[in-house]
């Protein structure tokens, strides 16, 4: 193929030069990596990508790999061009007929074509190289005798003049085809380290592209997501507005009540101080002593603790205090909201820990499982064994980061759900899930409660799903209740500071509950 064809073969269509880093689509055209992503970027947002060649449409970005024998045909023929470019000179004895030279005599300062090169005098002052026109370049600027040696210590070409009695002389010196062979060996190193380093370049672009593309092909999900999140927190926002405007209205009609309650209190007071002015100013021995209502009458103490506690509370209140707990309370379940929705993804098994469950339990054989059994399933005794309370915890433990655990709570009309210390009493009427060593969720009836130090907070709305999450925050000192109804709604946190590992637990006095999932740890 000549010359001006192949060099037509190697043009890149996009910038119409030499390829320079070749690449190609799934369609086969190939182009500079530089130009198709320039093209690539153009058309991104635009629904779509395609070939500048052929127009064939890709729904994605489309990754782009190395041509690599493409690569190697440019290398090839631009390392070719600097001895191509010799034909240009031409025989300084050919004066009838321009015929190429094929070397250059810097002896004689002439270009020799193959014919006149063969009968060119062969004695060794005749330095023969590449054809060339510019041979005063490769003679010494001061004596203008040929350069052929190179001096290391000032790196520079000399002749031999320079080197017996010039300013080099003395100098370390080296023929100039070692020295040359020399630098190429040190070129050679170099290129190859550029080479590692750009094939290292070229594959973090590429696996820069492939993530790219994952990103994008997330971001609709990711932006349905938020979009969500946001109209969730708008609704919660407003709720929590309507509730702290609720506490400060609420607030001035409590005082109102309780100023009516002491003036209602007040007016009886003096009602009985008037019935006692009269039965002191009476003559009558027998009358004063026959009055019946006479204890209702000394009785001074009654609501006195009542009424005092009140006042207190209402007079001592700060002005604002309630309003900001309020606040901050709704804010902080808000920000909780966001980092279960956000952040908590994936999630492992939690398996029941049978050398735990009391003998009316039953544990399936995958240890997701718990049921009240009417038969004793004859476990051994032990000191780890829950004996009074038909409960059992998991085997595994949680004492750092943040996790969760989620169980299918619709088998059973009565349970409770949490996490406990492993020091928990296995024995005992205050062995129960709910105790000083541990928290929980509680169901009896239609009742819902939370519990902990054996202290019950009934929740004011009913779990609506048949599913609930135990979310745990070790560092924060938070154990958190969820009803996985959508969207999810926090239902109560419990915040301290824990001094153990904290094992999940469940309490079941009759039916079933499953296990459906928890993590390991959510970074």
């Known amino acids: 193929m000549a010359s001006a064809d192949l060099r037509a073969e190697l043009e890149c269509s996009v910038c119409l030069n030499i390829y320079t880093d070749s690449v190609n689509l799934r369609c086969g055209h190939n182009f500079c990596r530089v130009c198709i992503d320039r093209v690539l970027d153009t058309q991104r947002g635009s629904g779509g990508y395609s070939c500048p060649e052929c127009r064939e449409k890709f729904p994605n970005r489309p990754a782009l790999h190395r041509n690599i024998t493409l690569r190697n045909i440019v290398e090839n023929f631009l390392s070719a061009q600097p001895y191509q470019e010799g ?34 005098k062969k004695s060794p002052e005749h330095i023969l190289c590449d054809p060339t026109l510019s041979m005063e370049s490769r003679k010494c600027s001061v004596h203008k005798k040929i350069l052929e040696y190179y001096c290391t210590e000032d790196e520079t070409c000399i002749c031999v003049t320079c080197s017996l009695a010039g300013e080099h002389r003395g100098h370390q010196v080296e023929m100039l085809d070692e020295a040359s062979e020399k630098k190429k ?5 170099v290129l190859q380290k550029l080479l590692t380093k750009r094939e290292q370049m070229e594959e973090k672009v590429q696996s820069l592209q492939e993530h790219r593309s994952k ?20 609704r919660r926002l407003e709720d929590l507005e309507k509730k702290v405007l609720r506490e400060i209205s609420g607030r001035a009609e409590r005082i109102s009540i309780s100023i009516r309650d002491l003036e209602i209190k007040k007016e009886e007071l003096s009602r009985k101080m008037r019935h006692i002015e009269e039965l002191c100013n009476m003559t009558d021995p027998l009358t004063v002593l026959q009055e019946s209502d006479t204890g209702d009458l000394c009785d001074t103490e009654d609501g006195d603790n009542e009424d005092r506690e009140r006042y207190e509370k209402l007079l001592h209140d ?4 309630d309003v900001a707990g309020v606040l901050h309370t709704g804010l902080s379940d808000i920000i909780t909201e966001v980092n279960v929705y956000f952040y908590i993804q994936g999630a492992a098994d939690i398996l029941l820990d049978v050398n735990t469950a009391h003998n009316d339990l039953h544990i399936s054989d995958d240890r997701k499982t718990v049921s009240r059994s009417h038969r004793n399933q004859n476990r051994p005794e032990t000191p780890e064994r829950f004996q009074d309370y038909s409960q059992v915890m998991s085997s595994r433990s949680f004492s750092s980061g943040k996790n969760y655990w989620e169980v299918d709570v619709g088998g059973s009309d009565s349970w409770r759900v949490g996490m406990c210390y492993p020091s928990i009493d296995r024995r005992g009427g205050q062995s129960g899930i709910g105790n000083n060593k541990s928290w929980g969720l509680d ?13 019950e ?12 999450r135990i979310y745990l925050d ?36 009759k039916g079933c509950l499953k296990i459906c999932g928890g993590n390991q740890e959510i970074r």
């Not at 060996?185 to 190193?189: A, D, G, K, V």
């Not at 990103?215 to 708008?234: I, Q």
């Not at 700060?318 to 205090?321: P, V």
């Open 318 to 321: 700060g002005g604002g205090l």
């Open 443 to 455: 169901k009896t009836g239609n009742q819902y409660v939370v519990i902990h130090d054996s202290k």
């Open 457 to 468: 907070t009934h929740l004011p709305t009913n779990i609506s799903s048949n599913r609930v």
């Open 185 to 189: 060996e040190t070129l050679r190193n």
């Open 474 to 509: 070790y560092e924060a000192g938070r154990i958190s209740f969820y009803d996985l109804c959508d969207p999810i709604r926090h239902l109560h946190t419990f915040t301290t500071t824990f001094t153990e590992p904290l094992h999940a637990g469940i309490w079941v006095p």
């Open 87 to 120: 034909s240009e000179v031409f025989c300084t004895h050919c004066v009838d007929s321009l015929v190429p030279a094929v070397r250059s005599c810097l002896l004689c300062e002439v270009s020799l074509c193959d014919k006149h090169l063969r009968v060119h």
């Open 215 to 234: 990103v994008e092909e997330k971001a609709p999900g990711d932006t349905e997501r938020v979009t969500a999140l946001f109209k969730d927190l708008r």
